[in-house]
């Protein structure tokens, strides 16, 4: 057995962005999963700034998905989690809730991918007026920032895993 061949590697470098989806539902034990996984990502100072909202519903995915201008898998994908920080115990000018959502947003994300289903991330977070048209659907206050949401499910297009790398982005030492 090779190092490529442990499991978690395997499911890292298959994880890709996955636009289309099966209309299965996700089975409450892989939701559950999914977010257990999120509320184990690492969290600057403990401050666990995460919320997660869980849209499951037909209604919710489609009003997302209309106002989203680049989430229109989400008229297929039977799951979203949107990952959004309460900033409030971050000092002035800290955004380290980025970092700590960002986290728990690729742990949904890969574990998804070993759990059998895909999903991408959509961009929310200082795109306007992407943030502005997506808080009143999520209903998200005012003091909740929203990080981004992952689009999930059970795959309808295959994608090759990733190899390689690339000698002209890595610096040793120095620049």
């Known amino acids: 057995m090779t190092l490529r061949d442990n499991s978690v590697i395997t499911t890292i470098l298959s994880r ?5 989806f099966c209309s299965d539902a996700v ?22 700034p995460c919320h997660f909202i869980v849209l499951e519903d037909r209604a919710a995915l489609d009003a ?18 949107a990952v959004c920080a309460e ?3 971050y000092p002035e000018g800290d955004l380290a809730w980025v970092e700590d959502c960002s986290a728990a ?4 994300l890969v ?23 997506v808080r009143p659907v999520l209903g998200v206050p005012e003091s909740v920032e929203i990080v981004g949401i992952a689009a999930l499910g059970f795959g309808a297009e295959e994608k090759p895993p990733y190899e390689g790398i690339r000698v002209d982005r890595v610096h040793n030492n120095l620049w």
């Open 16 to 20: 890709r962005s996955i636009r289309k």
């Open 27 to 48: 089975p409450p034990e892989m939701r559950d999963l999914l977010l257990e996984c999120a509320f184990a990502a690492p969290s600057a100072h403990n401050r666990r």
């Open 64 to 81: 997302l998905a209309e106002v989203h201008d680049s989430g229109k898998m989400l008229f297929q994908a039977p799951l979203a989690i």
């Open 87 to 89: 900033t409030a115990s």
């Open 105 to 108: 947003l690729e742990n949904i």
């Open 111 to 133: 574990a998804a991918k070993g759990l059998g289903l895909e999903g991408v991330w959509l961009k929310v977070m200082g795109r306007h007026p992407r943030n502005e048209r």
